[in-house]
Nanobody, 120 residues
């Protein structure tokens, strides 16, 4: 599978961004999809995940600001990010894995990442 993430950029504090990730090769609808992020000097962490059945999970640190969704007809997973803060600055990675178990930050297939920078 190939995962192509897009939608990152520079935004001011309080702004919003919508990330997209298109998957090619493989039965997209059968896989769990996730978004992870890695800030400079920090470990990769899970942001949000969505299972093949549509069930979602979020990092407890997000306080409801982000929403993950998927469009199986377009082989695409989205991450709507609202009320962004400088702490959200990171490279955001799209991930595909066979099951909705996001505990392992290195499992599954990965896209190239998209940079999100939030200015204060």
């Amino acid at each position: 599978v190939q995962l192509q993430a897009s939608g990152g950029g520079l935004v001011q504090t309080g702004g919003s961004l919508r990330l997209s990730c298109v998957a090619s090769g493989g039965a997209f609808r059968n896989y769990a999809m996730g978004w992870y992020r890695q800030a400079p000097g920090k470990e990769r962490e899970m942001v949000a995940g969505i299972g093949s059945g549509g069930g979602t999970i979020y990092s407890s640190s997000l306080a409801g600001r982000f929403k993950i969704s998927r469009d199986n007809s377009a082989n695409t997973v989205y991450l709507q990010m609202n009320n962004l803060s400088p702490d959200d600055t990171a490279v955001y990675y799209c991930n595909q894995r066979p099951a909705a178990d996001y505990r392992d930050p290195n499992a599954g297939s990965w896209g190239q990442g998209t940079q999100v920078t939030v200015s204060s």
